[in-house]
């Protein structure tokens, strides 16, 4: 598929394509230290810092104006999008703090040491778990003080909406809800929409976007802190995406 870049301009496009930005959280924590993440809420190091300064240096000297943003309510996600929207200018625009925008859910390997888990399971099944469509590990009790049911951040969301654990397939449903309750309507009143989230929510969504097979998806990878430009017709249905000035990552 063709890729093309737009620069929005500060009044609301045209009848035209819709380009919404989707980012992966620049670095935090745990990914410096090599750990499973998923629904935990370590910080951005420093580098990560630097990285979506530079994300949003990017997307300013692109042109790029937003209607409204996104993020998940990990910090991670949420100091990401802070950092782009002072970059551009942009903090005043509505935003909205999504769980659904939530990463993946890892169950009893959330906080663990990649590196120790593999020695314990084996190489394979540990890539089965972070990159497998249909592959998930234990659930975590919800007794257990790392559930999420136990953090404040979650404490307005139904239990009964708060996974033990999640496999990339069931991060897929959970996203695509949101995506066609709330972003989809939007796209189509034009809206240009920035939003900040996490490398396997944003692989089950492109995944449906870009209608990819469950093999490429479980190859699919997705680097921290860079821009990618999706546009969409009027209806929502999505036309051709890019990495930002990234042309060794375009999709095809």
């Excluded at 925008?101 to 990649?114: M, P, S, V």
Aim: charged share 25%; proline share 6%.
């Amino acid at each position: 598929m063709k890729t093309t870049t737009t620069k929005p301009t500060q009044s609301r496009p045209g009848p035209g394509p819709v380009p919404v930005v989707l980012i992966r959280h620049a670095q935090s924590q745990w990914n410096r230290e090599n750990r499973f993440t998923g629904w935990a809420d370590p910080p951005l190091t420093g580098a990560g810092i630097a990285e979506a300064h530079a994300a949003g240096k990017l997307l300013r000297e692109q042109g790029f104006v937003f209607d409204a943003a996104y993020s998940s309510r990990l910090q991670r996600a949420v100091t990401t999008l802070d950092i782009l929207l002072a970059e551009l200018g942009q903090d005043g625009i509505p935003r909205t703090r999504a769980w659904q925008l939530n990463e993946r859910h890892y169950g009893a390997l959330q906080g663990l040491d990649k590196g120790e888990a593999t020695a314990r399971h084996g190489e394979q099944q540990v890539w089965r778990w972070r990159r497998g469509y249909h592959d998930r590990a234990d659930a975590l009790s919800r007794e257990d003080a790392r559930h999420s049911c136990h953090d404040p951040l979650c404490h307005d969301i139904d239990p009964a909406h708060l996974p033990d654990v999640e496999n990339l397939a069931q991060t897929r449903e959970r996203v695509m809800r949101y995506w066609n309750d709330e972003i989809v309507p939007r796209i189509r009143q034009g809206e240009r929409l920035l939003i900040s989230a996490h490398g396997n929510t944003l692989r089950a969504l492109i995944m449906v976007l870009a209608n990819m097979s469950v093999e490429e998806v479980e190859g699919f990878e997705i680097p921290t802190a860079t821009p990618i430009v999706y546009h969409f017709n009027r209806d929502g249905t999505p036309l051709d995406w890019q990495y930002l000035e990234q042309p060794d990552h375009q999709a095809a």
